[in-house]
Every structure is written in structure tokens, then in C-alpha cells.
């Protein structure tokens, strides 16, 4: 099972400064959970964004716009 | 700036990026600052390249778009959280064209969201328009994390102009929390300096002290002391919430740098505050400047507190533990011209608390690692403030060679300054803590040594006789004194034996009795002083004695 240092780590994607990595699991968690869920509410309102936008965008442009958006 | 202060401003920006109230965040508020600030830049790193790779597709899409759509598209579909991560994407000329198409307080909270390193290029090129308007915004919803984030990154014409648009509360709060500590100096000389003085009453008026300490700390040393100035000049009332605020929150490394650098007369007159004088408040900044390595910088308060102060001053640093004693004369061993004020402290003290405390500390190094100018200058001020009944016990104190070295100064050696050494040793009761620097000084200056002593008053000759009467060890050097002296001064020592009561008499005969090289001493006296001797023990009851004593016959 990971730790909840090892957790953070993983959220953050780097090592974690060592004043970090020495605090309390519940300070670890609390750290952990608010960084998930920034990066979580980020995801979402980009994908909800950008299907939104495409709606302002004219019909005539819609489709080179949605190749460069999705490939 | 304060570690404390550091910290406290890098929880407010992580909880900011984090979207999590400050308060949620509070134990990270007694982390080294440096590594708060590492931690909110690698949380940040995360965040922005979670969708990088769908946000440069956006940058891309918005390439193909005219920035009048992309203005509404950014402002109706995506937002100020997702305009702020995509616009390091997007084309710079191409993000300042469809800046200029939005509303300011839209342009305002894709600000708070942005992260200046991403879009540096962008922000130096926004018109100064622009970021007036922003900032004033900013400064109205008080989003002073995130102006400090930007200063780094806005051209010096627009800082000066944003400022313009900030009021003293906005400009205290978001120096505090900026980004580049660096550039306070610089954005503070981009100020008015008419805005100084209504900068600092607003901080006593909205007790964000710390604030405007963290500020003051920053700036260049010039700067500081001009503003430094402002702070002395504050009234009674708001210095009272100054030192309050200061001793409440542990922030004297921030304050005392501001009171070393005032001018003289402003700092005094701050100090003459009652603020200053509260001895829980004096022994909290002793305390803290042993502990931090801040004694120079408590040295000019020191300096500027009334006579009546200084004792309670003296009083605290008696009580101080021996290891931040041995602190502070470390410090002052590094910074030699507060000596003169730490042998001022020893001066306030009891004589009681004094001779405790010089045998506690090693004040060697005190003397020995400075030069024979810096000496000179000590002395100097020991003459002018009267301090001689606090060095002559450190130099009995100090090695033999630090002594030797010290005695062998010219400065020990004007006739001038070794008059009012012994002087104000017959004064003041120091014969025996003279005597080790006497015995210390070249053969030939003991003959000016003898000459000085002649010269004193029959009562301070009466007083040095009394205490070396008590001190046995001393009395080898008092004779050999008074075996210097001329004749008219022998005759005034051998009045003063004549003249001596039984209990000096006692003493005197008791001292001789106790030392083994009595014999030899009474052999080398002048007779007349002989002669006396002799007169006071037939008529105290000690000629046996003292026949012993002139008969070699002494107990070992």
C-alpha cells in the first residue's frame, strides 16, 4: 500500500521537497485530495469548454476547427 | 524577510492555486518558505501540463479563428480558468488583439488564474491601458496574491502606473505577497513619495503591521532610512501598535534593522515611547536578539532608551541564560563598535549581577581579536561614558596574553586616561579589579602609575589603602605603588596609616601576615612608611605580629 507521502508524489508528479514529505498522513492527505481535485475540475471544464465553444464557432469553420482540436 | 512572513504570504498562494480557503492549509505554515514556494510551483507545473497537450490544440484552434469569436468564444465557452491555462498557448500578438476585445473584469479573473511565468511575453506586451484597469480591478477585490505574482513580469511604466490605481492597503498587501522579493526596492521607488508616510499610517490603522515590516525589510538600505524615518515620526498611539503587533507576532528581526538605520533624533524620540520601555516587551527583543544573532541591530536602541530604561535593561541581560550571554558577546566580538554599549549594559547592572556575569562569560575574544584602533576607540567611549567599573573587571577577567597586549597600548599609557582610571577606581571601590592591568603595564609606565597615585585626593587614597587592606593579593602591587611614589606622596600614605583605624589596621597586618612574601615587602618599604606601619600595629595591639612577620617567622 502506498503512503500517503508516496501518494502526494504521485498526484504531484515530482518529488516532494522534504518539509513536505515529512508531514503527518493527514496533512499528506488533505494536500493530496485539494491537488486531485483542482487537477480533476480542470479536466472536466476543459472538455465541457470546448464543446461549448464550438457552438460560437461558424458553421462554415466548424470543421477545419474540429480537426485541429481533435485530430 | 521573516521566515514567518515568508511562509505565511506562500500558504496564501498555494491555497489560491489549490482553491482551498487559507485557514485549510495552516500547518504548512512553519515550513522552511523556500520549500512552500517549491512545492506551489511544482502543484502549478502539474495543473497547467495536466492538459497541455489539449490546451495547444485550443491555441492552435484559436489560430484560425478572428479574435473578435475567439473574445466571445473565451468569454462565454471557456472562461477565466480555462482562458488562464490556454493562453500561454495561444500567439502573443495574438492573445494581446483579443485581450483588448474583453471586458476588464473579465480580463481580471483570467488573471487571478494565470501563471506569469507561462505568459511573460504576453504581459510585457499589454498595454499599459490594460493593466491599469486590471489592476485597479484586482486591487478592488482585494486579489493581492495575484498582483504579487505579476509585478515580475510588468514593465516598470505600467507597475507605476498600476500603482496609481491602488490604494496604501493594496500596495502593503501585495508587496507582501510578492512573487520577487527582489523587486520591492525598485516598485517602491516607482511610488510617489508622498504616498510613504499615508502607506504606513494605514498599516497602524488596519494593523497589517507585518506587512509593512516585510516591506521596510526589502528595501535598499537608502530607501529604508528615509522611510525608516517616516516610521519614527508616527505618533505615540500608532508606535504603541507597532511594538504590539511586533512583540505579539515574534517580529523583531524585522523591526530592529528599521530602528538601527533612523536617524538619530527620530529614533530616539520613537524609543522615548512607552512602548519601548515595557520590560515584557525588553526582554522579548533581548531575549530574540541573543537567539537570532540580532544584537547589532538592538544595539542603537539600546543606545536610545532613557537612563531610567537602561537599568531594566541591564536587569533582563543579568538574568539572561549563560548560553545567549555567551551570544551576545560573540556578536559583539564580530561587531566591535557595540562593545561600548554592552559595557554599558555591565555598568547599569548591581555590582552583585556584574560580577556574576563577567565571571560567566569568556570575554577574551572580546578584547583579543580586535586591533589597537578599534581598543582605542573603546576606550575612548569607556572614558567619555564613565564605563570603567565594567571593563576593569573584564580585563582582570581576560588571559594573561590578551592583558599583556592590551596593557602594552599606548591608550593605557597617557597620563590623562591613568588618572581617571585610578581615580575611578578609588571611587568606586575597582582597586581590585585594577590591579591585574597594573601589574600588566610596562616597568616604565608604573612610575607614571605611582606619580597619578600621588596626585589623588587623601580620601581616595584612604579608600584604595581600606580595599587592598581586604584584597591580600593586592597588596604587593599597592606597595610597590607606593615604593614609586615621591617622598611627598609616601609621606601623605604614611599619614594615612597613622591616620587608619583599628579595622583597616587589622586588615592590614592580617594581609601581611597571610602572605608569604610579607617579609621581603616589609624589607623593600620606605622607612617612613615602614615607620608607620609599625606605629599602627603598637597601636592596634599587632607588634608581635609583625615582629614575626619582619622576622621571616611566617606560617606557611
Known amino acids: 500500500m502506498m503512503s500517503a507521502a508516496d501518494e502526494l508524489q504521485d498526484e504531484l508528479g515530482a518529488e516532494l521537497p522534504p518539509a513536505i514529505g515529512a508531514l503527518g498522513d493527514v496533512e499528506l492527505a488533505v494536500l493530496t485530495g485539494a491537488l486531485r481535485r483542482a487537477r480533476e475540475h480542470q479536466k472536466q471544464a476543459l472538455s465541457a469548454a470546448t464543446d461549448t465553444g464550438l457552438r460560437f464557432v461558424p458553421r462554415l469553420l466548424r470543421g477545419p476547427v474540429k480537426k485541429v482540436l481533435f485530430g | 524577510m521573516s521566515q514567518r512572513l515568508a511562509a505565511r504570504a506562500e500558504v496564501l498562494k498555494l491555497a489560491r492555486l489549490l482553491a482551498v480557503e487559507p485557514g485549510e492549509l495552516e500547518f504548512l505554515q512553519d515550513l522552511p518558505p523556500g520549500e512552500l514556494r517549491q512545492f506551489r510551483e511544482l502543484a502549478t507545473d502539474r495543473l497547467f501540463d495536466a492538459g497541455a497537450r489539449a490546451l495547444s490544440r485550443v491555441g492552435a484552434a484559436a489560430k484560425l479563428l478572428p479574435s473578435g469569436l475567439v473574445a466571445t468564444i473565451a468569454q462565454h465557452a471557456f472562461g477565466p480558468l480555462l482562458c488562464a491555462r490556454a493562453a500561454g498557448a495561444v500567439d502573443t500578438d495574438k492573445a494581446i488583439d483579443v485581450a483588448q476585445r474583453l471586458p476588464p473584469e473579465f480580463l481580471a479573473d483570467v488573471t487571478v488564474e494565470l501563471d506569469p511565468r507561462r505568459v511573460a511575453e504576453i504581459i510585457a506586451k499589454v498595454p499599459e491601458s490594460l493593466v491599469v484597469g486590471v489592476a485597479g480591478l484586482l486591487g478592488q477585490r482585494r486579489e493581492h496574491v495575484t498582483m504579487g505574482r505579476f509585478i515580475a513580469y510588468v514593465p516598470d511604466h505600467a507597475i507605476a502606473a498600476a500603482i496609481g490605481a491602488l490604494d496604501n492597503e493594496a500596495v502593503l498587501r501585495t508587496a507582501f505577497v510578492l512573487e520577487d522579493k527582489d523587486r520591492i526596492d525598485h516598485a517602491i521607488g516607482l511610488l510617489p513619495p508622498h504616498r510613504l508616510p499615508g502607506i504606513l499610517r494605514d498599516a497602524a490603522r488596519l494593523a497589517i503591521w507585518p506587512e509593512a515590516l516585510d516591506l521596510l525589510d526589502h528595501l535598499s538600505v537608502e530607501r529604508r ?56 516587551v525588553l526582554s522579548d527583543v533581548i531575549r530574540v536578539s541573543a537567539e537570532q544573532g540580532l544584537w547589532r541591530d538592538l544595539v542603537p536602541l539600546i543606545d536610545a532608551v532613557p537612563a531610567d530604561v537602561r537599568v531594566i535593561v541591564a536587569r533582563i541581560a543579568a538574568n539572561l541564560p549563560p548560553a545567549l550571554l555567551a551570544n551576545v558577546v560573540a556578536q559583539a ?32 575574544p572580546l578584547i583579543a581579536q580586535q586591533d ?57 571601590g575597582l582597586w581590585r579589579e585594577l590591579v591585574p592591568l597594573i601589574e600588566a603595564i610596562p616597568e616604565a609606565v608604573r612610575i607614571t602609575v605611582a606619580e597619578v597615585a600621588t596626585g589623588l585626593e587623601p580620601e581616595l587614597l584612604a579608600n584604595v589603602l581600606a580595599e587592598a587592606a581586604q584584597a591580600p593579593e593586592t597588596l604587593a602591587t599597592l606597595l610597590s605603588i607606593v615604593r614609586d611614589m615621591t617622598p611627598n606622596g609616601r609621606t601623605a600614605v604614611a599619614a594615612l596609616i597613622d591616620d587608619a583605624d583599628k579595622r583597616i589596621a587589622d586588615d592590614l597586618v592580617g594581609a601581611l601576615n597571610d602572605d608569604q612574601r610579607a617579609h621581603e615587602l616589609l624589607e623593600a618599604m620606605p622607612d617612613e612608611i615602614a615607620a608607620a606601619i609599625d606605629r599602627a600595629a603598637q597601636r592596634h595591639g599587632h607588634q608581635s605580629t609583625l615582629a614575626r612577620i619582619r622576622a621571616a617567622d611566617v606560617d606557611a
Do not use: C, K, N, Y
Request: hydrophobic share 50%; net charge negative.
Open chain 2, 225 to 280: 532610512g528615509a522611510i525608516a524615518d517616516v516610521v519614527a515620526g508616527l505618533d505615540g498611539e500608532i508606535v504603541a501598535g507597532l511594538v504590539a503587533a511586533v512583540h505579539e507576532a515574534g517580529l523583531w528581526d524585522a523591526l530592529l534593522p528599521v530602528v538601527r538605520v533612523m536617524s538619530a533624533e527620530p529614533r530616539r524620540r520613537m524609543v522615548s515611547q512607552p512602548a519601548f520601555h515595557d520590560p515584557a
Open chain 2, 333 to 364: 566580538t564580530d561587531s566591535p563598535h557595540t562593545i561600548p554599549t554592552l559595557l554599558g549594559i555591565l555598568h547599569d547592572m548591581d555590582a552583585e549581577s556584574r560580577a556574576r556575569i563577567v565571571g560567566q562569560i569568556d570575554a577574551d
Open chain 2, 372 to 428: 589597537e584602533t578599534v581598543i582605542g576607540q573603546i576606550v575612548a567611549t569607556v572614558s567619555t561614558q564613565r564605563l570603567w567599573d565594567a571593563l576593569l573587571p573584564i580585563v582582570r577577567t581576560i588571559g594573561p596574553q590578551t592583558r599583556q597586549r592590551l596593557a602594552e597600548m599606548p591608550a593605557f599609557h597617557d597620563r590623562a586616561l591613568l588618572t581617571e582610571i585610578v581615580t575611578a577606581a578609588a571611587e568606586q
